[in-house]
């Protein structure tokens, strides 16, 4: 899933639970962890409507990396 196919309204929901623009991806220093919860919700909810909060926080970083169809750095 590429974020620029999120839509507006899914972007507002993401920042609005992770409480920081999605912008805060790309800073390196930057906690992500909210901001990851929120994206796995909101994407995992295009295949599964039921996906819940929860459900998004017991996902793995592989899951996640997966998921966002972002290259794992650790895999090189």
């Given at each position: 899933m590429?974020?620029?196919?999120?839509?507006?309204?899914?972007?507002?929901?993401?920042?609005q639970?992770?409480?920081?623009?999605?912008?805060?991806?790309?800073?390196?220093?930057?906690?992500?962890?909210?901001?990851?919860?929120?994206?796995?919700?909101?994407?995992?909810?295009?295949?599964?409507?039921?996906?819940?909060l929860?459900?998004?926080?017991?996902?793995?970083?592989?899951?996640?990396?997966?998921?966002?169809?972002?290259?794992?750095?650790?895999?090189?």
């Amino acid at each position: 899933m590429n974020v620029e196919d999120l839509t507006l309204g899914e972007v507002e929901e993401i920042e609005q639970y992770a409480g920081k623009p999605l912008a805060t991806l790309a800073d390196g220093e930057a906690a992500k962890g909210s901001l990851m919860v929120a994206l796995a919700w909101v994407i995992g909810r295009k295949e599964n409507p039921n996906m819940t909060l929860n459900d998004a926080k017991r996902m793995t970083m592989s899951e996640i990396t997966e998921l966002l169809n972002v290259e794992d750095p650790k895999a090189k």
